[in-house]
């Protein structure tokens, strides 16, 4: 299965900035001696996606603007894991910042990489049930979403009819309902 693998012969940084999002411009070997001097890789901080439900066995997703498609749609909670925290931790801290709801059972499904050829970064997919409203967003993303509870029903017309705006949050839930 080496005889596969890419070579990398140099990398360098051609774009970083404080949000932790680097372009990173490498020159690769391929397996067939082929020499690539402009393979660009995109690198940015893991994050969690989290599925989570009320003792109801409803998702709490938000309606929110997302910049990079331009429009409101549906979403799930999630955030970026921060340096000292691991993704269960991030996710606990991420719900009750964006909701102001705590679950007390969260688990891992699994950990999927943004795109295969630029690698980008991983998002941590966090199941969670029981979530109980203690207060208010303590600190509520700039797209101010609206927080809904939706029943499997409505989850699956929500994705046959592509609401859900992001990729790894429908992969999200596709696993939660295949699951249930």
Not at 77 to 98: C, K, Q, S, V, Y
Not at 127 to 145: C, F, H, L, R, W
Request: charged residues 25%; hydrophobic residues 40%; negative net charge.
């Amino acid at each position: 299965m080496n005889e596969m693998l890419w070579k990398k012969l140099k990398s360098e940084n051609v774009y970083e900035n404080e949000r932790g999002i680097v372009v990173e411009k490498q020159k690769v070997q391929l397996p067939d001696g082929t020499v690539l001097s402009d393979y660009y890789q995109i690198k940015m901080r893991n994050f969690v996606t989290m599925v989570i439900q009320d003792e109801q066995h409803r998702f709490l997703c938000l309606k929110q603007y997302k910049h990079g498609m331009g429009k409101v749609g549906l979403t799930l909670p999630g955030g970026i894991i921060e340096e000292d925290e691991g993704p269960l931790e991030t996710a606990a801290r991420e719900l009750m910042e964006e909701t102001g709801y705590v679950c007390s059972e969260l688990r891992s499904m699994g950990k999927y990489v943004l795109s295969g050829n630029q690698h980008i970064c991983y998002s941590h997919i966090i199941g969670g049930y029981g979530a109980k409203m203690i207060s208010v967003a303590t600190n509520p993303d700039q797209e101010n979403g609206k927080i809904c509870f939706m029943a499997q029903k409505e989850i699956r017309k929500a994705l046959i009819a592509n609401d859900f705006l992001i990729i790894s949050h429908a992969l999200a839930l596709d696993m939660a309902l295949a699951n249930s």
